[in-house]
């Protein structure tokens, strides 16, 4: 991968394994001075245009002493892929060096000013142009590093500097059969949401900075010679753990001359960026919709990494591309009688905006990962409100984006038992019509271990949308679910929930005023049931069976509206509270005060094991 060096000369420190030290003096006093020499080497790009690090032209050192800055920062200028410090440190001392190189407006360190990047603090650095966006622009390349190093003799200590970006790149391969005055000169590219900002003291993206980032004005094409079709490349902020990638989803729009568009937009979606790698995405973009191929290429290492979109118009054409892993997009409206299972492989269904029927089928992501996105699918002949169109199994992952789902049944859920260990269900930006449930866990002992379901900016409604009854990690951040019986129930696990509205709408669920009263009295005298046979609230919380579903519930709940409302909203609470008696079993919740709870809050068995905000109840 292109790496950005940086040597330090003459007296300075200890450094660790992987940094080359020589000594040329014994132990220092005082204070010692320190020149840092950094190397920019040309590596990544195949091409000037795909990142070779010649726009570079500044780098700045922060230096940090247990954890606060050290002084004042250093600018430098780059010239010849390289810039040099000078510094005094205090001997015995261990500081640690944080850098960060780009392009700035400015030729000298005392005029350069941020230009693509804000760098007030190399703590939180982030795209400072939003707003003016433009791609194929390699002025917007920079490089990053950190080193540790203990001031206590004289050394020479090299740093090695590396991209936070992947690099997506374009390119159409049908150029030629497009007449020359049809042909695009130009392009944008709207990005749905990428992160913008990173803490280089840790290297980690900074996860409340992401954001919808479009060109602002269409760029050139990288390169038509010979009608090479190769649009565009961006820097894109990565994950910073190996082998992790941001999945990337954006439109791109063609222009010819006088800013006219000369095609119809191209959607592409899970787009995979991963830092130092170059994404290499290719297909006939403009003349068929179909047969993307993508390519994250790591520099200088083996094994790429291919991925192909096939547009497929025909049931035996999808089941045969996804249940060996592989990536589809429907061409038409389909009908589905045969279920899906994924094992051991990565495959994905772009609904394309069509409707995919599914009748009473299943979907199973078994070791592998399963994610249907951008659509509608309909399945209301599940043999039962509890029948689970998607299940993930074993070390499985199955994610909805961008969904509408109607059923008569549950829509998604880990598998039962040890056949649901180490799974994982996402939904996110999907709106949900359920029988019984929207996203339920099943409690048949033993319970699958190491659980975690995450829900985003979706909209859930069902008799209960949430049924959560075992141990697992639950999160739950703007969305809305309404239920007919229980919004949510958490019967065991962790859950946190924010910017949320959990809603019991009582006006539909029962005949009259009696009926309803004979739900609301149901438990006063009985155990819990199985399913969602408990107190009916928006929120039910805990567990009344002494000889099931013994488990400790943990419930974290920020910024979110819980109610009850409807006809016979009067009978029920907003949350209902009961807490097994067994030590460490027990029910704790904390809220903020930008929580509410309509209808008020009930803690059964006198409160006993029950812990609020800190106070026992």
């Known amino acids: ?104 407006n400015g030729t000298t360190p005392e005029d350069f000013t941020d230009k693509h990047y804000s760098t007030t603090t190399l703590s939180n650095v982030t795209i400072a142009d939003v707003a003016t966006y433009t791609g194929n622009d390699d002025t917007r390349d920079a490089f990053f590093g950190k080193t ?240 689970t169109i998607f299940n993930a199994e074993a070390n499985g992952v199955i994610t909805l984006d961008g969904v509408t789902v109607e059923t008569n049944g549950t829509v998604v859920g880990p598998a039962t038992a040890a056949e649901g260990d180490n799974s994982t269900v996402v939904v996110k930006n999907s709106t949900i019509k359920c029988g019984a449930y929207a996203v339920a866990t099943n409690a048949s002992a033993p319970a699958p271990k190491n659980v975690k379901i995450v829900l985003e900016n979706s909209t859930l409604e069902g008799d209960t949308p949430i049924c959560v009854n075992i141990p697992c990690d639950f999160t739950m951040d703007g969305c809305t679910v309404i239920g007919g019986m229980q919004a949510m129930m958490l019967r065991g696990g962790t859950a946190t929930i924010s910017n949320s509205t959990l809603t019991f709408d009582t006006t539909n669920s029962f005949k009259d005023e009696a009926d309803a009263k004979s739900f609301a009295d149901y438990f006063l005298t009985s155990n819990w049931g199985s399913g969602n046979m408990v107190n009916l609230s928006a929120l039910t919380v805990g567990n009344k069976a002494p000889n099931a579903y013994q488990y400790p519930t943990v419930l974290n709940l920020v910024k979110t509206t819980v109610e009850t409302v409807g006809t016979y909203a009067s009978l029920f609470p907003a949350m209902y509270v009961w807490a097994n008696e067994g030590e460490g079993l027990g029910v704790t919740i904390t809220y903020d005060n930008d929580c509410s709870f309509t209808g008020g809050i009930t803690y059964g068995n006198d409160g006993k094991n029950i812990t609020v905000n800190g106070q026992a109840q």
């Open 1 to 104: 991968m292109k790496k950005l060096l940086l040597f330090a000369a003459m007296a300075l420190m200890g450094m660790t394994a992987c940094q080359q030290a020589e000594e040329t003096s014994g132990a220092a006093s005082g204070e010692v001075d320190v020149m840092v020499t950094t190397t920019l080497p040309a590596e990544m790009g195949l091409t000037r245009a795909a990142g070779d690090g010649t726009s570079i032209n500044r780098c700045i050192m922060e230096i940090y002493l247990d954890g606060t800055l050290y002084g004042s920062r250093k600018v430098a200028s780059v010239a010849n892929l390289k810039a040099t410090f000078s510094v005094r440190l205090i001997a015995g001392e261990t500081y640690d060096l944080v850098f960060w190189a780009d392009c700035a």
């Open 148 to 387: 540790q190093v203990v001031a206590d003799q004289t050394q020479a200590v090299s740093v090695t500097l590396k991209r936070p970006f992947g690099q997506i790149n374009v390119q159409t391969l049908d150029m030629a059969d497009v007449p020359a005055a049809q042909q695009p000169t130009s392009v944008k590219i709207a990005f749905e949401s990428v992160p913008t900002g990173i803490n280089l003291l840790t290297g980690e993206l900074l996860t409340d900075s992401k954001s919808a980032v479009a060109y602002s004005t269409a760029a050139p094409l990288v390169d038509n010679t010979n009608n090479a079709g190769k649009l565009t490349f961006d820097y894109i902020f990565a994950p910073q753990t190996a082998g992790e990638q941001y999945l990337a989803n954006f439109t791109m729009s063609f222009y010819g001359a006088g800013d006219a568009k000369v095609a119809s937009d191209y959607v592409f979606t899970s787009i995979p960026a991963q830092r130092n790698y170059r994404t290499l995405v290719s297909g006939n973009l403009l003349t068929k919709k179909a047969d993307v191929t993508v390519t994250v290429d790591p520099e200088f290492e083996e094994g790429d990494i291919e991925h192909e979109i096939v547009e497929v118009s025909n049931p035996d054409d999808l089941l045969s591309n996804i249940e060996n892993g592989g990536s589809v997009r429907l061409g038409c409206d389909m009908e589905l009688d045969e279920s899906i299972v994924v094992s051991g492989n990565s495959a994905a269904i772009d609904l394309n905006g069509k409707t995919l029927t599914a009748g009473a089928i299943i979907m199973n992501a078994r070791g592998g990962e399963l994610s249907i996105e951008n659509g509608k699918i309909v399945a209301n002949e599940m043999s039962s409100a509890a029948s």
